[in-house]
C-alpha cells in the first residue's frame, strides 16, 4: 500500500467525488437515476470545456480572465449572424463561426501576451472588459429569443432515448460529445506531442524554456488561439441549450471555471495539471450545485458550499505537496 | 548517485579531434546603460581542452556567455564557430551548433520527470510533433549511462538533490552533441565530494574531444582543472596563458587586481583562557525530525564552530531549528546559562540568536528596498520614539553604523541592496544581525558566490566578532574557509555529528579526509 501523501490527486479527487456521490445518494436516492446523471451531464458541457481551455493556460504558467467575455462575444455575434441570414441555420456553420471567432479574440490576447510581453492576468482582464463592453456598446444588449430552426432542433437531439415507466422520455444530449471531443483532442495533445509537452516545460520554467529552443511566442499565440477556440464554441454551445443568445450570459463565472481547475489539480503557477482532474473538478462542482438542489438548500447557501469545496480541498492538496 | 565511473563511454562528437579551434570569440563588446559590460574580448575554444574562464562577480563573465549562447547580441564583434562567422547567434542557432550552457541554475524543467528533461530538448529541436513518453526511458538512461551517473528516471527533477540536478543537466547536454561545454559556476552548491563526481566528468568529456568553458572564480578549483586560463575583470581581459602559468597567489591577484597577501589564510585566533569560561550557547539532546538528532554541542563566547558535512547532511535542519524555523524541533538550549525556546523566529532573536541564512537572495535580504531599512528591519521596536513612530534620524544613523562596523562599500544607505555587489549584499545581512545585539550568531554559507576580495574582508570581520565576545556557528562547503576560521569543526552525518575536530587537527586535509570517509 502506498502512503497517502503519495497518491495522485486524481485518485484522491475521484475518491471524494464518489464519496459525495453516495452520501447524496443515501440521503436523496432521486440522486442515483439515469435522468439525473443525464442532466450532471449536460449541466457539465458548457463550464467543462470552458475549463479545458483554463487547463492549458494554467499549465503553461498564466492565467486567463477574458475566456468567459470571448465565449459570450462570440455566441451573441454568432446567433445574431444566423439570425440576420434567415432560413433554417447551420449548426456546423454556427460552430465554425463561433470557434473562429473565439480563436481570433484569442490571438489578440496572444499578441499582447506573446508579442509584447505583458503579464497575461493584466492583458487578459483589459481585453474581457474591451470585449464584453464592445459587445454590449455596438452590436447588442437584446437577447435573442428565436434561434434559427436547426439550433433548436440541435438542442433537442438526444442520445440513448428510454421511455420511463411514467411515459416520460428521457436522453443524453448530443451536446455532450462536444465536451468528449474537446476533452479528447486537449488530452492528446498535452500528453502526446511536443507542443503539449513544451506548454509543460514552459510552465516549469519560462527561461530553461526559451533556451532549450522552444519558441515562447509561437507557444503562446498556439494557447491563446486555443483557448478562444474553446471559448467560442462553449459560447454557442451555451446558447443552443439555453435556445436563446444572452449578452450577459457567462460573463462572471470565469472564477467558477477557474476553480474548478484549480481543484482538479492545475497549479496556478504553472507546470501542473491534467485533462482527467479538471474534468473530475468541474464534476465535482457540477454535483455539488445540482445535489444541493435536490438536498433542498437554499440557492444563497449553495454558493457558500461551493467556496467551501473549494478553499478546503485546495489548502488540502496544498499541504499534501508541500510533505 | 555517482557509482561506476570508471568506463562510461562518452559517444565522441562529430568533426571533433583534439585541439583543433572549435570557437574563436573576436573582439566582443557588450554595453547595458552606461556600463560597459564585456570590451573587446577576444579568446578560442578547442576541442578537447578545457579553458577556464575566471573573474570575480559582475566581471562580465555571465554577459559573455550569453552573448556565445545568442541569448544576447554583441555590441561589437563577432563570433566564429568551425571557420564560419557568426554576428549574431540566435539560441536555437548556438544549440545546433553545438553549444551547450549549463547555467547555474540549471534551466531545467522542475515539473517534468528526469527522461523527459533529458529528451524534450532533443525532440524540440527535431521539430518533431507526436512524443511518445515512454519510449523516451531508454535515450534518457543511455544519457545518464554515457556519463557514469545512476538517477531515477521518473522522478520530477524538482525532487532531486542540486548535485542530481547539475548532472542532469549536464546529461541533457551531452544529448544535443555538445561540442562546447560551457559551464556557469558549477561549483557553488556542491559539496566536496560532489565537486570532484564533477570534476572527474569534465576530464573525461576533455579526453573525448569536448570542449569545455569552465566559469570559476575559485583559484583552487581553475589551477586544478584548467589546460588554460583566462582572467576577466570589469569586462577586459586582463590575463591568460596555460594553466600552469598560474599560481595560485599570481591567479587571485589577476582576478582582484591587488596583492592579496598570499592565499595562505590567516592564523586563526588564538582564544583568550579568561573566555573559555562558561559556553554562551548550549545545545543538548537537540533533534529536528527528518533533520538531526542526538544533538550536543557548544560554542563559547570568542568561539568559532564550524559545521562541515556533506549536502543533506542535517547542517541547515539543525541550525533552522535552533533558530525557532521549525517547530518540530525537539531539545535542550541554553544561552549564557538561561534556558530558550526556540519556537519562533522572534522568540530566537529575542535570546540573542541570530541567522544568516544560505541565500540571502530569497531568504534573507529585501532586494529592492535600501540599504538602510534592510539593516534596521530587525531593529525596528528599538528605534521608536514618541508616539511609537519611527525616528528617521535614528534610523538613519543606525544604518550609519551597521555600514561602518560590517565595511558595506556604499556611497548612500537609500541606494537598493540589489545594486551592491553579492559580498557587500552579505555585509548588509551581517548589519542587520549585529544591530539586534546577538550574542550568537549563525552563518550558513556566508560566502557562497562571494569573490575572494570580499570573503577575505567577511572573514576578517567574522574574527573580529569573535573576538568582541560573539560565538559563531558556521556552516560551509569551503574547506580552507572552515580550516582558517574554525576553533573547532564538527563534521555531521546523516543527522549526527560524527567527528570533532580540534585545535591542530582543525585543518583542509583532515577535513577532506573525513568527509571522504562518510560518502
Not at chain 2, 511518445?132 to 556519463?147: D, G, Q, V, W
Amino acid at each position: 500500500m502506498k502512503p497517502p501523501g503519495s497518491w495522485r490527486h486524481e485518485t484522491v479527487l475521484a475518491a471524494v467525488v464518489v464519496a459525495l456521490m453516495v452520501g447524496i445518494g443515501l440521503v436523496n436516492p432521486a440522486f442515483w437515476t439515469l435522468a439525473n446523471f443525464f442532466d450532471l451531464l449536460k449541466a457539465s458541457v458548457v463550464t467543462g470545456i470552458l475549463a479545458l481551455g483554463v487547463l492549458i493556460v494554467l499549465i503553461s504558467g498564466g492565467i486567463d480572465i477574458s475566456f468567459t467575455a470571448i465565449a459570450a462575444f462570440a455566441m451573441y455575434v454568432t446567433c445574431w449572424i444566423s439570425v440576420s441570414l434567415g432560413g433554417e441555420g447551420s449548426v456546423l456553420l454556427g460552430l465554425l463561426l463561433a470557434v473562429g471567432m473565439g480563436t481570433g479574440l484569442g490571438l489578440i490576447n496572444a499578441c499582447f501576451i506573446g508579442g509584447l510581453r505583458l503579464p497575461t492576468l493584466i492583458v487578459t482582464l483589459g481585453t474581457a472588459g474591451v470585449f464584453h463592453g464592445f459587445l454590449l456598446a455596438f452590436i447588442g444588449t437584446e437577447i435573442i429569443n428565436t434561434l434559427p430552426p436547426a439550433y433548436v432542433r440541435f438542442s433537442r437531439w438526444q442520445g440513448f432515448r428510454q421511455t420511463l415507466s411514467g411515459g416520460e422520455t428521457i436522453g443524453l444530449s448530443v451536446t455532450v460529445l462536444a465536451l468528449v471531443a474537446a476533452a479528447v483532442i486537449v488530452g492528446v495533445l498535452l500528453r502526446r506531442t511536443v507542443l503539449g509537452r513544451s506548454i509543460y516545460a514552459l510552465g516549469g520554467n519560462p527561461e530553461a524554456a526559451h533556451r532549450i529552443g522552444i519558441r515562447v511566442a509561437r507557444v503562446q499565440f498556439l494557447i491563446y488561439g486555443l483557448v478562444g477556440g474553446l471559448a467560442g464554441l462553449a459560447g454557442l454551445i451555451h446558447a443552443v441549450m439555453m435556445r436563446n443568445a444572452n449578452p450577459s450570459d457567462l460573463v462572471g463565472t470565469e472564477l467558477n471555471v477557474l476553480a474548478a481547475a484549480v481543484l482538479g489539480g492545475a497549479s496556478i503557477f504553472g507546470g501542473r495539471g491534467s485533462v482527467a482532474g479538471t474534468l473530475l473538478g468541474v464534476w465535482l462542482i457540477v454535483v455539488l450545485n445540482n445535489s444541493l438542489i435536490l438536498l433542498g438548500v437554499p440557492s444563497y447557501w449553495q454558493r457558500v458550499w461551493v467556496g467551501a469545496t473549494i478553499v478546503v480541498s485546495t489548502a488540502i492538496s496544498a499541504r499534501r505537496r508541500s510533505s | 548517485m555517482a557509482a561506476g565511473l570508471e568506463s562510461p563511454s562518452i559517444p565522441v562528437p562529430e568533426g571533433a579531434s583534439p585541439g583543433t579551434p572549435f570557437a574563436a570569440l573576436h573582439g566582443l563588446s557588450k554595453r547595458f546603460g552606461g556600463v560597459q559590460a564585456l570590451d573587446d574580448v577576444s579568446l578560442q575554444l578547442r576541442a578537447g581542452e578545457i579553458r577556464c574562464l575566471a573573474g570575480e562577480n559582475g566581471c562580465g563573465k555571465s554577459t559573455l556567455i550569453k552573448l556565445l549562447s545568442g541569448v544576447l547580441r554583441p555590441d561589437a564583434g563577432r563570433i566564429e564557430i568551425d571557420g564560419d562567422s557568426h554576428e549574431r547567434l540566435r539560441p536555437i542557432q548556438a544549440i545546433r551548433l553545438g553549444i551547450q550552457v549549463i547555467y547555474q541554475d540549471f534551466a531545467l524543467f522542475p515539473n517534468l520527470s528526469v527522461a523527459e528533461n533529458l529528451t524534450l530538448p532533443g525532440l524540440v529541436e527535431q521539430r518533431r510533433f507526436w512524443v511518445n513518453r515512454r519510449s523516451l526511458r531508454p535515450a534518457a538512461a543511455e544519457a545518464l549511462a554515457n556519463l557514469g551517473v545512476e538517477l531515477p528516471l521518473d522522478t520530477t527533477v524538482g525532487g532531486l538533490p542540486v548535485a542530481g540536478q547539475q548532472l542532469v543537466a549536464i546529461a541533457r547536454a551531452l544529448r544535443q552533441r555538445a561540442r562546447l561545454l560551457v559551464l556557469d559556476e558549477p561549483t557553488t552548491a556542491l559539496t566536496h565530494k560532489e565537486v570532484e563526481v564533477l570534476l572527474g566528468v569534465l576530464r573525461r568529456l576533455r579526453e573525448a574531444g569536448v570542449a569545455i568553458l569552465f566559469v570559476s572564480h575559485k583559484t583552487r578549483e581553475v589551477l586544478d582543472l584548467a589546460d588554460s586560463v583566462s582572467v576577466l575583470r570589469n569586462g577586459r581581459l586582463v590575463a591568460g596563458g596555460a594553466g600552469s602559468d598560474f599560481t595560485p597567489g599570481s591567479l587571485a591577484e589577476a582576478l582582484t587586481g591587488r596583492s592579496v597577501g598570499g592565499l595562505s589564510p590567516s592564523p586563526r585566533a588564538d582564544l583568550q583562557e579568561s573566555d573559555r569560561a562558561g559556553p554562551r550557547i548550549e545545545v543538548s539532546d537537540f533533534s529536528v525530525p527528518g533533520g538531526c538528532s542526538g544533538i550536543h554541542l557548544q560554542v563559547r563566547a570568542g568561539e568559532i564552530v564550524g559545521l562541515a558535512g556533506l549536502l543533506g547532511a542535517g547542517r541547515t535542519a539543525l541550525v533552522q531549528g535552533l533558530f525557532g524555523l521549525n517547530p518540530q524541533a525537539r531539545g535542550r538550549v541554553r544561552v549564557d546559562g538561561r534556558e530558550v525556546t526556540p519556537d519562533s523566529p522572534e522568540a530566537a532573536i529575542g535570546a540573542g540568536l541570530a541567522y544568516v541564512p544560505e541565500d540571502r537572495l530569497s531568504e534573507g535580504l529585501f532586494l529592492n528596498q535600501s540599504i538602510e531599512r534592510n539593516i534596521v528591519v530587525s531593529t525596528l521596536r528599538s528605534l521608536r520614539g514618541r508616539w511609537r513612530m519611527l525616528k528617521p534620524a535614528g534610523v538613519r544613523s543606525a544604518a550609519e553604523a551597521g555600514v561602518r562596523q560590517t565595511g558595506v562599500r556604499t556611497q548612500t544607505v537609500t541606494q537598493p541592496v540589489s545594486t551592491l555587489s553579492g559580498g557587500n549584499q552579505q555585509k548588509v545581512l551581517l548589519a542587520r544581525w549585529l544591530a539586534t545585539g546577538a550574542r550568537v550568531l549563525i552563518l550558513n554559507r556566508p560566502t557562497a558566490g562571494v569573490d575572494i576580495g570580499a570573503r577575505e574582508e567577511i572573514h576578517a570581520r567574522l574574527r573580529a566578532f569573535a573576538a568582541d565576545g560573539l560565538a559563531i556557528l558556521l556552516i560551509s562547503d569551503e574547506l580552507p574557509e572552515l580550516a582558517s576560521l574554525s576553533h573547532r569543526v564538527l563534521v555531521m552525518h546523516r543527522g549526527r555529528v560524527a567527528v570533532e575536530l580540534e585545535g591542530n587537527a582543525v585543518e583542509e586535509g583532515n577535513l577532506a579526509l573525513e568527509l571522504d570517509g562518510l560518502a
